[in-house]
T-cell receptor, first 115, second 114 residues
Framework: GDSVTQTEGQVTVSESKSLIINCTYSTTSIAYPNLFWYVRYPGEGLQLLLKVITAGQKGSSRGFEATYNKETTSFHLQKASVQESDSAVYYCALGITGNTRKLIFGLGTTLQVQP | EAAVTQSPRNKVAVTGGKVTLSCNQTNNHNNMYWYRQDTGHGLRLIHYSYGAGSTEKGDIPDGYKASRPSQENFSLILELATPSQTSVYFC?????????????FGKGTRLTVV
């Protein structure tokens, strides 16, 4: 089957400190899935944070980065210096293509940035 | 930017009642999706559609029906609502598989079944 595992629960980081949210994936549907990070700010819907479709490539947006590592089947989200406005729920997702086109999500990680 | 609009944003329903959640998208996307989000489960796919007239079962379809009467509209129907269906529901449209495409989400519908 297809699944995504990410850092569970809540992560609390002090402002200006670094962040890493782990994400690993497993898929039997497709050899090279597209990988995504979505973010949900309070009161908002999910927004695409970044997307990488090629193994070995890095995506970046709003200071966040994630590298598509096919060897370790990982797509960890990192930021060098978080801000209070980064407090949100972050979801790692796997894009299934081919005959069935859908997103498979991890459980979500709540980031709380302390001032 | 792609717009996905859900209605209602909040709903309280009684057990055994019928509930219809509506979704409208204005970007001519073929694919539309319904997910539910629950603590400890993340987002799980209920139903999806590849175009007007088509509906497909997702990973957790039991207790739900879907309807895609047009390219723009995709509804999720709970014929006999149960408390276990209390959740936040997200509609989405787009394509997760293309190099220049993405999936856009609505703001969610909070459903409480009492």
């Amino acid at each position: 089957g297809d699944s995504v595992t990410q850092t569970e629960g809540q992560v609390t980081v002090s402002e200006s400190k670094s962040l890493i949210i782990n994400c690993t994936y497993s898929t039997t549907s497709i050899a090279y899935p597209n990988l995504f990070w979505y973010v949900r700010y309070p009161g908002e819907g999910l927004q695409l944070l970044l997307k990488v479709i090629t193994a070995g490539q890095k995506g970046s947006s709003r200071g966040f980065e994630a590298t598509y590592n096919k060897e370790t089947t990982s797509f960890h989200l990192q930021k060098a210096s978080v801000q209070e406005s980064d407090s949100a729920v972050y979801y790692c997702a796997l894009g299934i293509t081919g005959n069935t086109r859908k997103l498979i999500f991890g459980l979500g990680t709540t980031l709380q940035v302390q001032p | 930017e792609a717009a996905v609009t859900q209605s209602p944003r909040n709903k309280v329903a009684v057990t055994g009642g019928k509930v219809t959640l509506s979704c409208n998208q204005t970007n001519n996307h073929n694919n539309m999706y319904w997910y539910r989000q629950d603590t400890g489960h993340g987002l799980r796919l209920i139903h999806y559609s590849y175009g007007a007239g088509s509906t497909e079962k997702g990973d957790i379809p039991d207790g739900y029906k879907a309807s895609r009467p047009s390219q723009e509209n995709f509804s999720l129907i709970l014929e006999l609502a149960t408390p276990s269906q209390t959740s936040v529901y997200f509609c989405a449209s787009g394509d997760p598989g293309g190099s220049n495409t993405e999936v856009f989400f609505g703001k969610g519908t909070r459903l409480t079944v009492v």
